[in-house]
């Protein structure tokens, strides 16, 4: 696998690069990393002594990362550019031929600690390569990593399947896929569900019973992309609001990566679908988004 990993010299940059000591790697693997000198636009003595100061920052960073990597087995080399960090790392990914983008889910100047930094939000959206936003969590990662992956048999999360298959994860990673499905039933209030009559509650028994159907097809068919490869795979329907019903699995389960598919809108630059958002956004673990091609 190809990775570019962006780096800032942050902490969260460094718990990203550290992330990836918990993968599979070996000598066929590649990572880049990759920082970004932000352009100083203007020309005076007082922005040119500040180029100069980020020039002599940036082989620090890049050391820095190196360091932490030094014990894998994978190939890494070291690169940087001057631009706007979010296009920057978009465009190398693509030039670079990148299979993911890693990198930390705030900057340096992150706000608020719970604020996921604009550059990974935007890097997220705008990249037509899978990401990889690593978050530092609340619980430790046990022995062996847990993933819980999303799907719901969109080309996206077909993508997302396919890119799991070939993650540098070790074989007794633990994989669980989860579908969610939203019937108009549940958005009764539980204290009035008596006042529905019988005859829709015959309905909705029988739609009960077709999304079932359907989330087992869609848990199936994921399921057989991984198998070849991963043995620790189980399945999970859950119902209700998917956003919600993703968080709090993965909470409940303290998993180490969220895998969801990016189901924007097409043709428009910029947007995920609601549901990778919210997770990308409120998530308290690390996030990967495929991307459908």
Known sequence: MNILLAVDGSECSDDATRFLTNFNLNPEDKIIIFHVVSEVPYEDEYHAQIKRAIGRVAPQILVSASGILKNIKARVSVAEKEGYPDATIVASAVDTGADLIVMGARGVKGIKL??????????????????LVVKRTEWEMPGRMRVLFAT????????????????????????????????????????????????LKETVADRRQKEIEKAERILEESGNTLSGKYENLQTMIKYGDPSSEILSTAEQQKTDIIAVGCRGLKGIKGVLG???????????????????T
């Open 274 to 292: 609601s549901v990778s958002r919210n997770v990308l956004v409120h998530s308290k673990t690390s996030v990967l988004i495929g991307k459908a």
């Open 114 to 131: 719970f604020l996921l930094g604009s550059v990974a939000r935007k890097v997220a959206a705008d990249s037509p390569r899978p990401v």
């Open 152 to 199: 719901d048999g969109s080309d996206s999360s077909k993508a997302t399947a396919g890119l799991l298959a070939a993650m540098p994860f070790y074989p007794d990673v633990e994989i669980t896929l989860l579908n969610v499905q939203r019937s108009a039933f549940y958005d009764i209030p539980e204290r009035f569900v008596m006042e529905v009559d019988d005859r």
